[in-house]
């Protein structure tokens, strides 16, 4: 912090009044203590500028450990931002909301689950294969990708997620963290070709995402064919086909 300036403003006498002054002076007149100095204060010293750490990322695997980690309640079906035909439900437990984007009653040749936690932030992830996922292992996938992302900071102005939170407000927070561009970390394959990096800040986390993730991007894991296996369960008990 700057130390404050004072700005003096001159009342100077011209020479000659000075010396009137003087001369009608009383011998009497005991003159007046010599005032103290006035002592600035010293500027306080400048501190360093911490940079926000940047967080840990969610990991595939334990957004989805946190999906079967309860019975997940339905809070409902609807459209989705950046999907045009087929609708998605939304479910959640103790931990996390879960959407399946894909939320049909005939299955797709593509499976794409958003895993959300207050804390921990979001984590998608998009399977592709030659008919429906589901019924595939993943050396059959020609896409298989993940996507983490940081919750938005109080600077985006986008409204913390909540557990309770209602379809439509579910909806409308994925909307504005779209149209907010938010940093995320990626990698996986892509039409049998290799993919990854990390955007904006989160640049610096793009090995340690990737080592973090790559086991599963490989390989996939046991919670992810459960997890696979009860949305689409769910799927046949509360979604519609494409319009």
Not at 113 to 124: D, K, M, T
């Amino acid at each position: 912090m700057q130390a404050l300036k004072r700005s003096h403003r001159g009342f100077g006498l011209t020479p000659w009044l000075l010396l009137a002054a003087c001369a009608t002076q009383s011998p009497s007149e005991r003159p007046a203590p010599p005032r103290a100095a006035v002592r600035e204060p010293a500027p306080e010293p400048e501190t360093t500028v911490k940079v926000a750490a940047v967080p840990e990322l969610y990991a595939a695997d334990e957004a989805l450990r946190d999906v079967l980690s309860g019975e997940l309640q339905f809070i409902g079906l609807g459209r989705w931002p950046g999907v045009a035909r087929s609708h998605a439900c939304a479910f959640r437990n103790d931990h996390v909301l879960v959407v399946n984007v894909y939320c049909t009653l005939t299955e797709l040749p593509a499976f794409r689950i958003e895993v959300y936690s207050p804390a921990r932030g979001r984590v998608r992830i998009y399977a592709e294969a030659n008919g429906p996922v589901s019924t595939r292992a993943r050396g059959d996938y020609f896409t298989f990708v993940a996507e983490s992302g940081a919750p938005p900071g109080p600077e985006t102005r986008i409204q913390p997620l909540v557990l309770s939170m209602a379809y439509p407000d579910l909806r409308d927070y994925e909307q504005r963290r779209y149209e907010a561009y938010l940093p995320s970390c990626f990698g996986g394959e892509q039409h049998d070709k290799p993919l990854g990096g990390c955007l904006g800040d989160l640049g610096p986390k793009r090995d340690e995402w990737s080592a973090r993730n790559r086991a599963f991007l490989e390989h996939a894991n046991d919670d992810w064919y459960r997890a696979l296996r009860l949305l689409r369960a769910l799927a046949a008990r509360y979604g519609t086909n494409p319009d």
